[in-house]
């Protein structure tokens, strides 16, 4: 008989406890939504509290374990005051999220070092400091996950305007690579999902473009945008027993774009 690779455990069975920030964006709530559904107390984060406390009823409402927070990615401060908050409330955070993402497209010629540096400080420096962070605490209490969004953006260039965003995605791609080497040994997984080409409300918008929505649907092999579900769905699965040994990966959404580079 041959024994499971995926061993069962008390803290399996126990509700995970998971920290979403930018939980309330588009991708963000669908994250926190999966979250609730499969049982997880979830804390939404983000700088609009106002944002955070409407989703957090709506979870609420629904049965859900939830907590609003504020928090500003590129204020360390905020950060560990926002993460002593879910401490306080839950005893500690099994799950760390980071769905936050900010993308100014200008083309490179045209950016200006201002425009630069707040979209490597919101995805990139943003990054570290919630993994350091949130991690301080994983590594005390023996273990944890670290999923951020990264993109495929990350990974090749192409469309106008996405130097910045693409350089601190990739950037983010090299993190999870370092904090996984650093910290895998001592219980704390990181990883990413890189999403592709994704049904939001941009894509809404862009329909109206028929020939637009055929050009991008062109470049992705199964000939369709994800679907939020399908980009959280990868997220909830990294923060499950059967990705226990997953660690350092970026795992990319996208249809098959990187593939067909």
């Known amino acids: 008989m041959t024994e499971s690779v995926v061993r069962p455990s008390a803290e399996d069975s126990r509700p995970q406890r998971v920290l979403v920030v930018g939980g309330y964006g588009g991708l963000g709530a669908v994250i926190c939504e999966q979250f609730a559904a499969d049982g997880a107390a979830v804390a939404i984060a983000g700088r609009s509290l106002d944002k955070a406390t409407e989703l957090a009823e709506k979870l609420t409402a629904n049965g859900a374990t939830a907590l609003p927070l504020t928090l500003d990615v590129t204020d360390p401060a905020s950060i560990d005051a926002a993460v002593a908050e879910v401490d306080a409330a839950w005893g500690g955070i099994d799950v760390l ?19 630069w540096a707040d979209v490597v400080n919101a995805n990139l420096v ?34 106008m305007g996405f130097s910045a965003y693409g350089a601190s995605k990739a950037g983010v791609n090299l993190l999870v690579k370092q904090l996984a080497t650093e910290w895998g040994g001592r219980g704390v997984t990181v990883n990413a999902v890189a999403p592709g080409f994704m049904r939001t409300d941009f894509v809404e918008a862009a329909q109206q473009n028929q020939q637009f929505v055929a050009r991008l649907q062109q470049r992705i092999p199964i000939g369709r945008f994800a679907e939020p579900e399908e980009v959280a769905s990868a997220v909830l699965y990294l923060a499950t027993p059967l990705a226990r040994f997953v660690n350092g990966q970026v795992i990319y959404v996208d249809g098959g774009v990187t593939a067909s580079h």
């Open 97 to 115: 999220v980071n769905s936050a993402s900010k993308l100014i497209t200008v083309p490179a010629e045209h950016f200006d070092a201002t425009q």
């Open 126 to 159: 943003g990054a570290f400091l919630l993994s350091q962070s949130v991690g301080r605490h994983m590594l005390a209490r023996g273990g944890g996950r670290i999923i951020h969004l990264s993109s495929v953006r990350g990974d090749a260039g192409g469309r």
